[in-house]
């Protein structure tokens, strides 16, 4: 089974400009996650979605979205670029989501973002 | 608030020698604890998971431990080797909405 694919690994961007990320999850998950992993940070979370619907949002401005596809692939769009948007970007997806649900979320390699 | 926070930050031990991590948490309710490893650059992999009920959790030479009643996981890496220089992450599970609290991490550097 194909693990959690991250495009692309690495991007360099502009400040203002605007950039999509894609993660494809594990085959049968529907739940997919994203997270935002800066130096000193730990991960933070940005948003979840489940079968298309976003489930969870972190507290990040709005210039961070994201959406899900019937297929469970997710994309993550930053606009307007700033330099404190340069992080690894990771997604992890899992099987479900919701209450007292114990499965294991799976992460992907993630997308270096650096905004010059 | 829920909240995981970890210690130590960071540490430094001598290969083959055996090093214990600390995660306390304050969330509540909470259905699992998950305990996962991250090279540099690299995304989480999961090494144990434990829900409430659960005490103890081996993975090779990473074993946790979890006390429900002080809010308290620890995982102990048992003969360190390089390969083991990662950054450890202390994942809890908020039963009410299944959203992951991350801890912060402990960079561990094993050096020969």
């Known amino acids: 089974k194909a693990g959690v694919t991250q495009t692309p690994r690495y991007l360099i961007k502009t400040r203002g400009q605007q950039v999509t990320l894609s993660c494809s999850p594990i085959?049968?998950?529907?739940?997919v996650s994203w997270y935002q992993q800066t130096p000193g940070q730990g991960l933070q979370f940005l948003f979840e979605?489940?079968?298309?619907?976003?489930?969870n949002k972190g507290n990040f401005p709005g210039r961070f979205s994201g959406r899900q596809f019937s297929n469970s692939r997710s994309e993550m769009n930053v606009s307007t670029l700033e330099l404190g948007d340069s992080a690894l970007y990771l997604c992890?997806?899992?099987?479900?989501?919701?209450?007292?649900?114990?499965?294991?979320?799976?992460f992907g390699q993630g997308t270096r973002l650096t905004v010059v | 608030k829920n909240q995981v926070e970890q210690s130590p930050q960071s540490l430094i031990i001598l290969e083959g020698k055996n090093c214990t991590l600390q995660?306390?948490?304050?969330?509540?309710?909470?259905?699992?604890l998950r305990w996962y490893k991250q090279d540099t650059g690299r995304g989480p992999v999961s090494l144990t998971i434990?829900?409430?009920?659960?005490n103890t959790k081996s993975n090779g030479r990473y074993t946790a431990t979890l006390d429900a009643d002080t809010k308290q996981s620890s995982l102990h890496i048992t003969a360190s080797q390089l390969s083991d220089s990662a950054s450890y992450i202390c994942?809890?599970?908020?039963?009410?909405?299944?959203?992951?609290?991350f801890g912060q991490g402990t960079t561990l550097q094993v050096k020969p």
């Open positions: 992890a997806s899992r099987e479900g989501t919701g209450p007292r649900l114990n499965t294991e979320a799976f």
């Open positions: 434990m829900t409430f009920s659960e």
């Open positions: 995660c306390n948490y304050t969330v509540s309710p909470f259905s699992n």
């Open positions: 994942v809890v599970t908020f039963s009410n909405t299944g959203k992951l609290i």
């Open positions: 085959s049968g998950h529907r739940s």
């Open positions: 979605y489940f079968s298309e619907t976003q489930r």
